[in-house]
């Protein structure tokens, strides 16, 4: 079964500092992996994702995120955060061979940027 | 372009009360899917369809229905609403194609008293 962990609950980073959001993920198939952004009392917006390809895949608002196999995950970074990028973190995946789309979503990190 | 539309934003009925809340996008995506957000769980999916006429169950299908009678619109309905259906409830949309990325409606903040 697909599955995805977010293992923490909250991050906190001083602004300016760079930043971490850890995803890990479980897929039976060729993983197809997503972030979503969600602002409050907002829906969720996307970030960026991984098909295939470069392990390095780059986002909007400066976020990157790299797919790394051996350790089934799919962290989100930025070298230097911003008290705007203080929100609700998503990761997701989709098992490459299933129907309908349908994806996974982690329970979710919030991150909390500090002047 | 209004991308994903979710009627009404805030709702709030009794225990044993039916509703509807409605879902249009005006990006013609084959693919609509009905989401239900609580605090620690991230997103569970309820019912997605792949297409007019078509649904199909997710994670979280019990006590709700659906309906896809348009590609534009797929209708989320509570036919008894528990207080356990209390929740954030979230629609989106894709294109068929692999990859495709799920674009989100604004939400429906339901609360079951």
């Known amino acids: 079964a697909q599955s995805v962990a977010q293992p923490e609950d909250q991050v906190n980073v001083a602004e300016g500092n760079p930043l971490t959001v850890k995803c890990t993920y479980s897929v039976s198939g060729n993983p197809y992996l997503f972030w979503y952004v969600q602002y409050p009392n907002r829906g969720l917006q996307f970030l960026l994702k991984?098909?295939?390809?470069?392990?390095l895949v780059k986002g909007s608002y400066g976020f990157e995120a790299e797919f790394n196999k051996s350790q089934t995950s799919f962290h989100l970074k930025k070298p230097s955060a911003l008290v705007s990028d203080s929100a609700l973190y998503f990761c997701a995946v989709r098992d490459g061979s299933n129907q309908g789309g349908k994806l996974i979503f982690g329970q979710g990190t919030e991150l909390s940027v500090k002047p | 372009n209004a991308g994903v539309t979710q009627t009404p934003k805030f709702r709030v009925l009794k225990t044993g009360q039916s509703m509807t809340l409605l879902c249009a996008q005006d990006?013609?995506?084959?693919?609509m899917y009905w989401y239900r957000q609580d605090p620690g769980m991230g997103l569970r999916l309820i019912h997605y369809?792949?297409?007019?006429?078509?649904?199909a169950k997710g994670e979280v299908p019990d006590g709700y229905n659906v309906s896809r009678l348009k590609k534009q619109n797929f209708l989320l309905g509570l036919e008894s609403a528990a207080p356990s259906q209390t929740s954030v409830y979230f629609c989106?949309?894709?294109?068929?194609?692999?990859?495709?990325?799920?674009?989100f409606g604004a939400g429906t903040r339901l609360s079951v008293l």
């Open positions: 991984y098909i295939t390809g470069d392990n």
């Open positions: 990006m013609n995506h084959e693919y």
């Open positions: 989106a949309s894709s294109y068929e194609r692999v990859g495709s990325i799920q674009y």
């Open positions: 369809s792949v297409g007019e006429g078509t649904t």
